[in-house]
Structures are given as structure tokens and as C-alpha cells.
């Protein structure tokens, strides 16, 4: 029996053509997989102030005066906050994590007073334990203004009501407070006149304030007619107008950009902030129910402080709002592993704060969480159907963890899908049971243009997969747009294992970006999806109710044949004895050690940086045959990734790698790992460098081989001219698939039983139009239907606050439909045909 299990990805090939015969086969009596309403959703995550200054209403920045408050769970020491000394639980050292802290500026952030008055923000005078810290001013004269300059400008629109609500301590104050809505150039807008008498309680101010102007940058300002002493705290301005009409609710274009998109899901609170950079710093969920005065306001890892104005309630809220389900992650007892990642061992707190979580929204009004929601509006319970239980979290540690929270709420709660965030790492064969899995990928377009076929052979039956988060991040264009709709195809295609996927992230503030490519641009003034937006829309819009089979005939060229060569730390110790033989069992080389290769140094890539030492065998050309040698692991030393706060290097297990395909310039090559050394896992995997840059490992949920340390094993590595790529370790198969590139043609295709239609989605992200024969397997098949299309010029084309509407979906009617019919895809498109037909 072979000690080694083979991992076998015999993926249907995608090859670049644009030439010679093209046919699209679209079968409707070959019904396929159902495509689930949860297909595509979003997530939300306050980063780039996607809440607050983006989709939360609120106005006024700062509100309560909480800024400069430290992260919880962390010290303030010599200019910086600094996370507990604790051990991270995935890499089992310390980070010591911390942070930039400037007390001084961040206490009036959005804040400046005017006139003749001292003033500091002081925790002596407490309106409320949610807010510990106001504004202590003393006037010395009259006319002292304090104002509010909002998230860059307040968003004020003309003859719209608008609520003002703050508080006053007047300890030592008797007069007038007159607030104003000002525009930038210095108009007033709307004033409302309080009369303020001493009192040493706090007192609450309301008015509703109609400006008589749109003004994008407005701000708000508190102007004291009188000498004297006063505390101001939690100072709001609330647009009535929101959407749905919700009290404490949402700016209503924001709101409707995400409703546009029909996502059958909706996953809150995040991310990284659900972690938090440390336990006492993660997202906590009962701190953002009730009176927003009296929510506990938290510094997130994203560099800023969130008013959590957006809570669990709302949250649950705008999710019925929109007809989607809800998503809760929840925190599992550990923080974010790339920040500080400190843990705790008491399971039983965070056990029972999902419990609730779950009640709140869900339980009858007999229970009492059912009641507080019940108490807040809501008798009925909330559609949750979801709960992730952590974030990106990996490793046996977090598995044997998510085993245990998973028997508990499993039994107690049949009806939730349970998912683990062990995204395809080799640790999930240590979960006992999951419901779904979640795999990240945040990538380069090569990526998804050469993974539209990565679930194709995946093992079923496991568990479903949710892709929670993915996006190109290295450009922001219609090529990432096209790349990710290519990708899409193979998501839909797969419906029976991929069950949901959502973009990430979802809102950039275009004032503030956290992150290098968002879904939606915001500004006070306008909103803006890009064109990867209106990729997410056309699936959502055009999902069809089944699968049905579709392929391509397209040329095949051989992408395994070129330069060959071995790449890898310290071949000298794990490589010998290299023989090449062409396709038909001749030898090329016979016997080559490491030291008689060609040394190439080229730039790295990926999170370890450097460069990477590529060894060919030089004036050696391989187009089919295979490539012997004898391999070893070694421990060597290898530099911290750059992303570490510790640059200590580290004593690793190194292995070979076998590069091949390449071309004499070593910028298009392919390089299959033997194997990759992931924590005590060791997985051969694949991948393909385009222009220099290698693309993430190929090679999900590839299983743990049993290689020890410093023992010599006899390697095969198989190439053919179908471009399929085989590995032997001591004579067993280890590993099978296909050496891919990107064919510049995608598509899927499924039947709407609601519009008796056929859906096929094409995309071309070629710049030459692509016109194949589509044949239609269909009883009757009507000649008009209709047509999207979402193209540009060039593949670096983009929208823009300047020109929101560059790279729009263009629906038109087409009257040539058949059995059998030609259609022209545009270059650098995206395509869906609705075909009326019967099967």
C-alpha cells in the first residue's frame, strides 16, 4: 500500500488561443447543480471608514469625545500603545504588538474651539460610563464657538430635517447656545437657540434644524453667548432622511448601493476587528446595542476609533431591510494573529456571548436576549442564518478549538451553518465536523484568470466552502474586474460545493483608504462602484436557478515545455544526482549536482519578499519527458517575512523546487514545490510566475506527506505535452494537475426556471473580439432575448468619482438567438446572454 496519499487536481484545461476554430457548447438537458440564493452576498467591515463617514449617517466626528482613548487591553509607553507581553498563539513567540499614539491631537479629532477660552478633554466630569471623557471649557469671553468639521465636510442637503442632539454640564454657566449649521464658505444654514442655566447636572438638547442649502462640506457649530464654564458631551447631527426611514440609521445612497447588488447575505462586523489587535480590543457585539450615547465607542486595528453607530441591531435590521440573511462573526477567544495574537484558554465567556448573540436575533420573546431585541423594536426574530466562528484563523490550535464550540452550538442551534475560518490549509483535516470552510484570497490577476477551474475536482462532501473575502489588491482596473469574473465562472460552476462568496472589502471613504482596491467609493457628495462592482451585480442580478453544462473547443498550446532548473535555500544540502529524459525515456542530463547549475537571481514575491536563486540546467530545453533527483528537507535559516514586527530569522525546514516551462528570460516560468513546508505540514504545490511575479500556490487542501527530516527520497517529476504535471516521491504519485495560463475566454452557464431563459455568461478579456458558434442543446429557443455587456477600451480603464459611469453594464436586445448562432463578445468584456428557451 502506498505510505503516500496523491493529491490528483485533474482541472479541465483553460490555454491561450484567439485563433483557429472557437465553439461554445451550452447544453440544457444536462442539468447541472442548483445555484443557491446565498451564492452572492457581502461583507462589511468598518475599514476606510466604510461605518463611520460612509455608510452610518452620523455627522459629526468625534462625537463623544472618546479619540485618544487607548485600545483596550493596551498601555501608552513612550509615544506609542502597546499590546499585553503575551505569547501568539499561531506562531508561539511574542509580537509585543503596537501602535503610533498622539494623546494630544487625538482628543479634539474633528473638534477646534474658537475665541477666548482654555479647554481639554478630561474624564473629571462623566456623562455616562459608555462615555467617560468630555470637553472641559472655560470661556473667558463672550462669543466662543466650538465646531465640528464632520468626516471631511459634513453632508448637508437643503430643506432635509436634520436632528441635533448634545449634552451640557453648565457648572458654572448661565446664557445662550446658539448651534449652527454653517457652509464652507461661512453661510448660516439652519440655528436653533438654547437658553442654559447653571446646574451642576447634565442636561440633554434637541432640536431639529432644516438647512436652507446643500452645502457638501458643512460644519456644525456651538456658540456661547457668555462667559463661563461648561462640559459638552456627545454632540450628534442625524439626517431624518435615511434608509428605510430608520432612526439612528444609514446614508440612504450608501445603503441602496449594497441593496443594488441583491446580496442573499450580509457578514458583520468583520474582518481583523472582529480579532481586534488584542482579546480586550475585539469587536463586542453587546456594546453596540441601545442608545447610541451610551455604546462604548472602540479604537479599531484599522488605525482609528468606531462609534459601533452601526451595531448588531442595526445590522440585523438592514439585513431584513434587503431580503438577506445574516452573517455574525463571532470572536473565539483569540485576537488577530499578525497583531498582537494573545489567547485565553477560557472557552466558556466567548461560548456564551455567541449563544446570546444568536438568541438576540433569533430566540422568541420569551428568552431574555429575545426580549431585549423584542424591547428594541423588533418583536420577531431576525433571518441569522450564519455564524463564523473566528476570523482567518488556521493552525491545529484554532481546529481543536473550533471543535469544540462547534459540538456545543451545533446541538443547540440545528438550523445555523457553523464555518471555520481554516480557509484550504492542511489543519482542517483535524476538524471534526464543519459546515462550511472559508477561504481568503487576496491576489494578483493572474490568479483568478489561472483558478477558474479550481473547484472542479475538489472532494465533496466535507463541507461547502465560502469564499469570504477575495479581490485583485495589485490593481484597481477593468483587468481586475475581468479576472474576477472569470473566477466567478468557476464559483457558479460549482455551486454544489461553493455555496457563498463576497467581495472585500466593500466601502472606501475616498478621504481615507486602508486598504489598496474597495467595491465602493464614497464621498460626501456621490457614491461610486467600480467596475469589479458592477461585475459582483450582473452575477447577483443574473443568477440562474440550475447549472447546466457548457464547454469550449479551443487550440491547445503546451505551456510545460521550455527551460527547466531547481530553485530553493541551500540546494547544496537537499538536491543530488539530477537526471532529465525526454519524452521518450533518452537521457539529456545524467548525474548534474546542484553546483554545475546556471545561478539566476530574480526579485521574489508573496508576504517572505527577498529574492528568489533559480539554478537552470543550462542549454537544456524540455517539451515532454521528466526530471529526476534525489530530495531532502533541511533546517536552515530563513529571515523573518516582512510583514513581522520581529526581524529575528528563523530555523526553518527547506525543501527543492522544480522550475519548469520557462522562457530564456525567466519571467514566465512554473515552479512545483517539493514539497512546501507549512508549519509541521509538507504539501507539494504548484504555482506560475507571469511577467516575474508568482502567483499564489496552486494546490487546495493538499494533504501532509510523511517526509522526515535529512533522509534522502528518489523524485519523479512527469511533463506532457497536455500540459498535465505529475509527481512520484519514492515511487508513489503525490501529486497531479494541470500546468494552467489564462485562455483570455471563460464561461458558465444555467437556466432561470422563473424566466424560462438560458443565462450564459462569457467573459473575454482579450483585446480582440471573440466570436465563437454557440450551440444551443434546446427543444426551442426564441430569436430575441437579451443582452449585458460591461466593457472599455483598455483593461486599465477604471470609474472615478470624476466619472462614475465610465464602466457601466449595457443592456440591449438581440435578434439573432438559435440552436445554433454567432455572437461577437467585445474585447475586454464581460457578457451575459438571456435566451428565451425551452429544454
Known sequence: ????????????????????????????????????????????????????GGLYAELVRNRNFEEHVLPSGMTYVDGYAVA????????????????????????????????????????????????????????????????????????????????????????????????KIMSQDGKELAQKTFEVNKSSDWKEFTAELTPEATDYKATLRLVFDKPGKVYVDYVSLFPQNTFKGRKNGLRPDVAQMIADLKPGFVRWPGGCIAEGATLENRAKWKETLGDPMKRHSEWILWNYHCTWGFGYHEFLQFCEDIGAAGMFVANVGLSCSVRNGDWTEDYEPFLQDI????????????NPWGAKRAAAGHPDPFNLKYVELGNEQVGDHYAQRYNYFYRILKEKYHDITFISTLQLSPSRDKLEKADMIDPHWYV?????????????????????????????????????????????????????LVKMASYAPLFENNNRRDWPTNLIWINNEKTMGRASYYVQQMYAQNRPTYNVEVSADEPVRNLTAGNIGLAGRDLQSTVRNIVVKDTSGKVLVSGVQPVELKKVERKGTGRWGGSVVMNMI???????????????????????????????????????????????ALKDYFMLNIPQINGDRKI?????????????????????????????????????????????????????????????????????????????????????????????????????????????????????????????????EYRKFGKKFRYTFKPNSFTILRIKSTK
Open 684 to 812: 507539494v504545490t504548484m504555482n506560475r510566475a507571469t511577467n516575474g511575479e508568482a502567483n499564489i500556490d496552486r494546490n487546495p487542501g493538499g494533504n501532509s506527506l510523511p517526509l522526515e527530516k535529512d533522509k534522502w527520497y528518489k523524485v519523479r517529476v512527469e511533463l506532457s505535452g497536455d500540459n498535465s504535471v505529475k509527481a512520484y516521491i519514492d515511487g508513489d504519485k503525490v501529486f497531479e494537475q494541470i500546468a494552467a495560463a489564462p485562455s483570455g475566454h471563460y464561461s458558465a452557464a444555467g437556466y432561470d426556471d422563473n424566466t424560462g431563459e438560458t443565462i450564459i455568461k462569457v467573459v473575454n478579456s482579450t483585446d480582440k473580439n471573440y466570436t465563437p458558434e454557440i450551440t444551443l442543446n434546446a427543444s426551442s429557443v426564441e430569436r430575441v432575448g437579451k443582452v449585458i455587456t460591461l466593457s472599455s477600451e483598455s483593461k486599465s480603464d477604471e470609474n472615478s468619482m470624476d466619472n462614475p459611469q465610465k464602466i457601466v453594464p449595457q443592456v440591449t
Open 355 to 366: 449563544i446570546d448573540a444568536i438568541d438576540y436575533a433569533t430566540a422568541p420573546v420569551s
Open 84 to 179: 499585553p507581553h503575551s505569547l501568539n498563539y499561531e506562531h508561539g513567540g511574542y509580537r509585543d504588538w503596537r501602535v503610533k499614539w498622539d494623546l494630544d491631537s487625538l482628543k479634539m479629532d474633528g473638534w477646534s474651539v474658537t475665541g477666548n477660552a482654555d479647554y481639554d478633554v478630561t474624564s473629571e466630569n462623566r456623562l455616562d460610563p459608555a462615555t467617560p471623557n468630555a470637553l472641559r471649557l472655560e470661556m473667558k469671553a463672550p462669543g466662543v464657538v466650538l465646531e465640528n468639521a464632520g468626516y471631511w465636510g459634513m453632508r448637508i442637503i437643503g430643506k432635509d430635517k436634520y436632528d441635533l442632539r448634545f449634552y451640557l454640564n453648565p457648572v458654572d454657566y448661565t446664557g445662550k447656545v446658539t448651534a
Open 618 to 664: 543550462d542549454g537544456v530545453q524540455l517539451n515532454g519527458g521528466s526530471v529526476e533527483f534525489d530530495a531532502r528537507l533541511v533546517e536552515a535559516e530563513v529571515p523573518a517575512p516582512h510583514f513581522s514586527t520581529d526581524r529575528t530569522p528563523r530555523k526553518l525546514l527547506v525543501a527543492p523546487a522544480l522550475v519548469f516551462g520557462a522562457e530564456p
Open 444 to 496: 494578483n490577476s493572474g490568479f483568478f484568470y489561472e483558478n477558474d477551474h479550481l473547484f472542479d475536482n475538489m472532494d465533496r462532501g466535507k463541507y461547502d466552502i465560502y469564499i469570504g473575502e477575495y479581490a485583485v489588491i495589485t490593481e484597481a482596473n477593468m483587468n481586475a474586474a475581468l479576472s474576477e469574473a472569470a473566477f466567478l465562472t468557476g464559483v457558479e460552476r460549482n455551486s454544489d
Open 1 to 52: 500500500m502506498s505510505k503516500f496519499k496523491p493529491i490528483i487536481l485533474t482541472a479541465a484545461l483553460s490555454v491561450c488561443s484567439g485563433v483557429g476554430a472557437q465553439q461554445l457548447n451550452v447544453d440544457l438537458n444536462s442539468k447541472g447543480h442548483m445555484v443557491p440564493e446565498s451564492l452572492y452576498g457581502v461583507f462589511f467591515e468598518e475599514i476606510n471608514h466604510a461605518g463611520d
